[in-house]
Each structure stands twice: as structure tokens, then as C-alpha cells.
């Protein structure tokens, strides 16, 4: 005779192992969840003291005959500097420098580049140093073509930089909340008599920029811009970033994993996921001229290949192999200094569509 009872019983088992095993599976993930959107607010929200200032990273160990010798002392973080075949600035108290060329690494780790001083007497030997090629100074890159135009140019700050007011919230709101000191900077530039102007914007100032242009009243002013790695899709750039890490058994960090952690920085630091993304591009009505590296390890280019997509008619996108983040110029100042300037002479010309 069966006794009725005993599948009952397994089947209550097994209920409860399910269960079990459930309940384990949501703790492991919240708390991974939790884990991973304090690396999304490392990465994207938090203001570091001095983050946009000059933070020494390498130490010269000699100059002479057009060379500087030149060692890191701490991580570079992605790709490196100090080892790119490009042009990168130099600089350190009391002067400033340009190097390039390819690097000649040495047995000891030190790297020989070519210098070229731009300010100040050169470095002594042992002088800290800070090799950059993506900082506060980038819009330099484009201030040169604008100059030789003979057009009048700001180079703003905006909350949480070192020279301005800090954001209430204490935290960077990738374009949600700086959009308005943009704004701020346009009204000034219109009130100084400017008839129109063009934005330039840089990694997250791409997102200030594109903020500015979905939000502002003031963005029938702006007549054409220029960006560079433009950050148009914060969650886009989460999963790019999380695709990188290298896990042990599962490689990148899963995507149940990411979707998990962005709805908890949602609530965790009060992030609106649809403010910082800015795709499609309904709000580009002007002419756009964007840079990007195919190897940019923080924004992906598939972000400005979907903004080409979205409006072809206006944007001219420039896709660079094995450039970095916000790295075209240092591949070719020269080259990207001619788009620039010939972006500005046919805006100039009063086009109005893709220049």
C-alpha cells in the first residue's frame, strides 16, 4: 500500500528549498545591488575634494635635451597617458609643458617623452607633476579655433568645480542640475550683445550641454555644438563600465545585476535615470560636431553613434580608432583644431543643417 502522504511531503520540501534558495537569491543580489550603486555614485555622483583641480600623478626624474624622464606615482585608471602616443599637458607649480610623441619606456618603469615648455622655467628633478589629458582645460581644445575666428569666448565653471558654489545635494547631476549654470552663462553671453552662441562640452559637459539644449528657454540662442565623449545616457555608461570588470566565473557585471543597482542609486542618492538620458536626440535642432574614440573605456561610442542616427541631417560625428576617453586631439591636435575651425565657418555661413 502507498502512503498518499510521502509526495506530499517532498512536495512541501521541495516548496520549502525553493524558497529558501529564493529568499538567498534576493539577499545576495540586493546586497550586490547595494554594492554596485555605490560604485555607480563613486563613479558618476561624487564630488572628491579637488577631483577638477591638479592632483599630482607623476614626478620628473630629469630634463635634458628636449626630453623629460618622467615617473607615475599612483594608478592612472584606464588607459595611461604617460604611455599614449599623442600630445598631453604637462603641468606642475610654477610652469606648464606640452609632450608627446611616442613614449620611450625604460628598465627601471620611468618614461622618456618629448617636452616642449609652454610656461615657467623647467622642472627640477624630483618635481611633482600632473599628466593629464582630460581635465577642466579641455575646452581649450576648442578655444583656439574660436579665437583665430575672432569670436568672443566664456570658459565657464559650474556647481561642485573648485571656483563655484557647491550643489546643495553635494553631488554631480550629470547635466540635471548644471544645466542651469549653463544657462546662467548663455543669458550673460546674450545680455553682453551676442547674438547667438555655440556650446562646446566635454564628457559630462556633453550631458550639460544636451540638458541645456531639452530644457532651457534660451536654446533657440545657441546655434550649433561641439562635443566631445559626450555622456548622453548615464545607464548606457553604467553598462558599459560594468561590461569591463573582470568577475571571477561570470566576467562583466551581469545585467540582472546592473539593472538591480541602478534602481537602488535611484533611490539611494535620489537619481532620476530618465533626467541623464538624453536619447533619442529630440532636443538637437542645431548643428553638431562630436568626437569620439572607438576605445573610450568610460563612455560608450555607441551612445554618439545613436545620436548620428537620430538626427544625420545635423550631426557630424567623428569616430577615431583606439582613441580614449576625451583623447581625439591628443591623437591630433592639429587635425582636430581643422574640423573645429571648419565646423565654425560653416555655421558662419549660416547653413543651418550639417556642417
Known sequence: MVDGSTPRRWLRRLFVALTALGVLAAVVLGGAGWYYAGEIHE????????????????????????????????????????????????????????VSGPP???????VARRIQLVDGPPPEPGTATDLRGDVRTEPLRALGPAVEAGLPALFITYRNDPEAPADPSGRYGQGATEWRDLEAAVRFALDQGAADVVLYGASMGGAVVAAFLERSDLADAVSGVVLDAPVLDLAATVEHGAAQRDLPLV????????????????????????????????WLEVP??????????????????????????????????????????????????????AFL???AGGAGQRC
Open 288 to 341: 553638431a560636431l562630436v568626437f569620439h574614440g572607438t576605445d573610450d573605456e568610460l563612455v560608450p561610442v555607441s551612445t554618439t553613434d545613436e545620436l548620428a542616427a537620430d538626427r544625420p541631417e545635423l550631426v557630424t560625428a567623428v569616430r577615431v580608432a583606439d582613441g580614449g576617453h576625451v583623447r581625439v586631439w591628443n591623437a591630433d591636435p592639429a587635425g582636430y583644431e581643422r574640423r573645429v575651425a
Open 104 to 110: 620611450e619606456p625604460r628598465d627601471d618603469g620611468a
Open 43 to 98: 563613479g558618476a555622483l561624487r564630488v572628491a575634494p579637488g577631483a577638477r583641480g591638479v592632483v599630482p600623478d607623476t614626478v620628473v626624474e630629469s630634463v635634458a635635451g628636449g626630453q623629460v624622464v618622467l615617473r607615475r606615482t599612483g594608478e592612472p585608471g584606464g588607459d595611461d597617458p604617460l604611455l599614449g602616443d599623442g600630445t598631453y599637458g604637462l603641468v606642475w607649480d610654477g610652469g606648464a609643458a606640452v
Open 251 to 282: 566576467g562583466g557585471v551581469p545585467g540582472v545585476l546592473t539593472g538591480t543597482a541602478r534602481w537602488i542609486a535611484g533611490w539611494r542618492y535620489d537619481l532620476d535615470w530618465d533626467a541623464v538620458d538624453h536619447l533619442p536626440a529630440d
Open 345 to 347: 565657418d560653416c555655421l
